[in-house]
């Protein structure tokens, strides 16, 4: 918003503007305090005198329809809106701890994959929350994923967010709001859009956080949404080869350029995040373990998770440092002791019964015995004669 460092100092409503936030592409967010309560806000301002000031004004009112649906720990909750004149604010809690942009730079580019997948994670979450209630965020990115002190992330504006029942009433232009970096193919192109952009754009959070950089690298934006439109990225092992293959087929699921072979939900994308965590397969020569792999193939048929269970040709599995599985019913827990080589098996069989003879030998034995009783009868019947 132009000129938005003029209004610090200034009152809106019941709230002195005390400093500027952040400046985006539907308006400016400052840092305020509430003069009714005595605490600190963030309220984004957006002046609708300027420009096409009407559509701004009820895309501000979706957002706040929007948020007032919202109850989710890694949601940043809407306390209050409204307009004073040609101004429209909106009113949030304060979050001190910067963005995941400001992380990553404060890392030195990349983040560490364990902090990275539980962030994401949190994230997903919070997309599968709105999606359930009909809301598509619709701008997923580093800058609007907000850390709180207490170690939550907190997903913040959705000012371009829509409802899913609200599309006869979006224009294409609307629909292709977004950043380039981060946008989904079908919401670049103006499509109709559901969860699943979301999805990928999360995902390309998701990329850069471990990468360093984000999937597609242009010199304007329009370069950048041809490659998005061309994709996909180029596959994480090739700029971060220290990543496993378990990482690697996380995010790239969720990239897919077409969103019928994406990832469904935001939720089914947690679940594959939370399996790599919990098994922690993050470096290069990990792999999944074999008895562990039930579990997640009964919750997610079609996880490409499940498809990790075989290292690639001439690539050694090795075991990751987890706990053992724990037993289904009716199995039983093998002593502890070293583990067996790869290519014998970690169970013991169960005792049976002596094979029967061959029936040749059995042929055999019974003509023997035979024999035996006949030459036996004929003893005996000679003794008695010569008596």
Do not use: C
């Not at 040609?86 to 994959?113: F, I, N, Q």
């Not at 378990?246 to 679940?271: C, E, K, W």
């Amino acid at each position: 918003m132009a000129g938005a460092g003029g209004l610090i100092g200034q009152r809106i409503g019941p709230y002195v503007l005390q400093g500027l936030l952040g400046t985006g592409g539907m308006g400016a967010v400052y840092r305020a305090r509430d003069m009714r309560l005595g605490r600190a806000v963030a309220i984004k301002v957006i002046d609708v005198s300027v420009g096409n000031g009407p559509r701004f004004a009820a895309r501000f009112q979706r957002e706040a329809r929007a948020l007032a649906q919202l109850d989710h720990p890694n949601i940043l909750p809407l306390w209050d809106v409204g307009q004073v004149g040609h101004l429209l604010y909106l009113v949030t809690p304060v979050v001190e701890g910067g963005s995941l942009r400001d992380l990553r730079l404060r890392l030195g580019g990349s983040v560490p994959p364990k902090q990275a997948f539980g962030l994401a994670i949190q994230v997903a979450d919070a997309l599968q929350h709105a999606h359930e209630r009909g809301i598509i965020h619709r701008d997923v990115k580093p800058g609007n994923l907000l850390l709180h002190p207490d170690g939550r992330i907190m997903l913040a504006d959705f000012g371009i967010a829509r409802s899913l029942h609200d599309g006869a009433e979006i224009s294409a232009t609307d629909l292709a709001i977004g950043t380039p970096h981060y946008i989904a193919p079908e919401q670049a192109l103006g499509d109709q859009v559901d969860g699943r952009a979301d999805v990928y754009s999360l995902g390309a959070v998701l990329y850069e956080l471990l990468s360093g950089r984000p999937p597609y690298l242009a010199e304007s934006a329009t370069r950048v949404l041809v490659q998005v439109l061309d994709g996909p990225p180029p596959p994480l092992l090739q700029v971060n080869s220290s990543l496993s293959l378990a990482v690697q087929t996380v995010v790239m699921h969720a990239l897919v350029s077409q969103p019928d072979q994406r990832y469904a939900t935001a939720g089914a994308f947690a679940a594959d995040m939370r399996r790599v965590l919990e098994l922690g397969l993050f470096f290069a020569g990990q792999s999944l373990s074999g008895p562990a792999l039930p579990r997640v193939t009964r919750q997610l048929p079609r996880s490409p998770v499940a498809s990790l269970s075989q290292p690639p040709a001439g690539q050694m599995a090795s075991a990751p440092a987890v706990p053992p599985a724990r037993p289904l019913v009716g199995e039983k827990m093998m002593p502890a002791g070293p583990a067996p080589a790869p290519d014998r098996p970690t169970w013991k069989p169960v005792p049976k019964e002596p094979p029967p003879a061959p029936r040749s030998l059995r042929l055999a034995v019974v003509m023997t015995i035979l024999v035996i009783l006949f030459l036996g009868g004929v003893i005996a019947t000679a003794l008695i004669i010569n008596r």
